[in-house]
Structures are given as structure tokens and as C-alpha cells.
């Protein structure tokens, strides 16, 4: 069955240091998103693609950076993690890109703590 | 700046019960609205996607209506069981097929 995976699940890093977390879905999806969930704050958009080369920032891009070099892969990069990003981060993906028709579907999460 | 508010944050209820959760979004301009639920320590599944145009969805025991003049949408869950229990989150998708989510709503089904 098609799906859509992250890694690690959970990561505990410190201060300073730079963090990738993977995300890799088989559904041929051209779509992707990364968004984290914090109490109180539901889930927020990080960055996203539309298709290979292609990557926007979403509202919460600030210390994050992604690259999407094939179809599969969307990895998220914190670039001198902090603790404000301490998080659960979902990667998900959807087929439409016009018209909003697509239903996305979600990965598991990955709990990230910064110390 | 689109906006979605769950209203109540939390509920109980008894198993058996019909209960009723609430979606408001400020911006009507959306594509759809999509009804999620989150197990502890789990993703979204998605339950229920409205498309722009429609004015409800059943599934199952499931079932959302959308007024989007109103900015509205609820979801209504028939003869709750324990196995309902987790959190319900909505979320409207805006241009750029982005979703914009509520805070969600906590639900506990009491057996």
C-alpha cells in the first residue's frame, strides 16, 4: 500500500545543532507540506511543494529550510535549532494542486525536543 | 487572514449520545473543509472533505454540513462510542491548496 513515512520519530538535540527530518510518501504525490502542532496552536504550515525544484514558505518558515529534489522526499532542516522548535512536526501530501479537490494525507509525526 | 476557531475546546459525554462539534472560519473564499481525527501520538485521517460547492457529507455515523456564506461547519457524530474518543480537528483549504487549521476539539466518550 502506498504511504507516506517520517524519520526519525523521535529526536531530542541540542541547542545550536542542525536537525533534518525526513519525509518520503510513495503515492507519487505532487503535492507536500510541513507543519508542526503545538497546545493551543493546532497544526501550522512550515513550508511546502508543488513538485521537484519547487518549495514555498508557508507561515511559520523562520529557522527552517526544505529541498524537494525528486518526487518522494520533502526533508525539513532546521538550520541552528532552538527551543521555541521544540514540536511535533507531520509531513503530509496531496495529489490537486488548483482547487483545493485533494485530500491530504498525513505521516505519523516526528517529536522533536531541543534542550 | 484566514482564521479557524473549534468550539468547545473539550467535551465529555456519555456513551450513546449525539453531540455536535463546531468549525467557524473568517474568510469564505475556501475550496473545501475537511474534518480530521488525531489519535494520541498519531497523524491525522482524514474523515469527511467538503468541497466548496456542497452543503454536507456522511459518513458512517458521521455527518458535516458546510455554510460557507456563514463561515461555518459542523460535525455531528450519531450514538458516540468510547472508540470516538480522540481529538477532531477542521481545516478549510485556501488558495495554493494550503490548509488552514482549527486548534481542535478534545473528545471523551465516556463507556
Known amino acids: 500500500d502506498a504511504e507516506i513515512t517520517q524519520s526519525p520519530r523521535h529526536k531530542i538535540t541540542e541547542t545550536g545543532r542542525q536537525v533534518t527530518l525526513a519525509c518520503h510518501q510513495t503515492?507519487?504525490?505532487?503535492?507536500m507540506f510541513w507543519y508542526r502542532q503545538d497546545l493551543g496552536h493546532g497544526l501550522r504550515l512550515i513550508h511546502y511543494s508543488y513538485g521537484v525544484q519547487d518549495t514555498n514558505k508557508g507561515e511559520v518558515s523562520d529557522g527552517y529550510s526544505v529541498s524537494r529534489s525528486n518526487t518522494e522526499d520533502l526533508p525539513l532542516t532546521l538550520e541552528s535549532a532552538a527551543s521555541s522548535q521544540t514540536s511535533v512536526y507531520f509531513c503530509?501530501?496531496?495529489?490537486?494542486?488548483?482547487?483545493?479537490?485533494?485530500?491530504?494525507?498525513f505521516g505519523e509525526g516526528s517529536r522533536l525536543t531541543v534542550l | 487572514k484566514q482564521e479557524v476557531t473549534q468550539i468547545p475546546a473539550a467535551l465529555s459525554v456519555p456513551e450513546g449520545e449525539n453531540l455536535v462539534l463546531n468549525c467557524s472560519f473568517t474568510d469564505s473564499a475556501i475550496y473545501n473543509l475537511q474534518w480530521f481525527r488525531q489519535d494520541p501520538g498519531k497523524g491525522l485521517t482524514s474523515l469527511l472533505l467538503i468541497q466548496s460547492s456542497q452543503r454536507e457529507q456522511t459518513s458512517g455515523r458521521l455527518n458535516a454540513s458546510l455554510d460557507k456564506s456563514s463561515g461555518r461547519s459542523t460535525l455531528y457524530i450519531a450514538a458516540s462510542q468510547p472508540g470516538d474518543s480522540a481529538t477532531y480537528l477542521c481545516?478549510?483549504?485556501?488558495?495554493?491548496?494550503?490548509?488552514?487549521f482549527g486548534a481542535g476539539t478534545i473528545l471523551r466518550v465516556k463507556s
Open positions: 503515492w507519487n504525490h505532487n503535492n
Open positions: 503530509a501530501s496531496s495529489w490537486d494542486r488548483e482547487g483545493g479537490t485533494g485530500e491530504l494525507f
Open positions: 481545516a478549510v483549504t485556501v488558495y495554493g491548496n494550503k490548509l488552514v
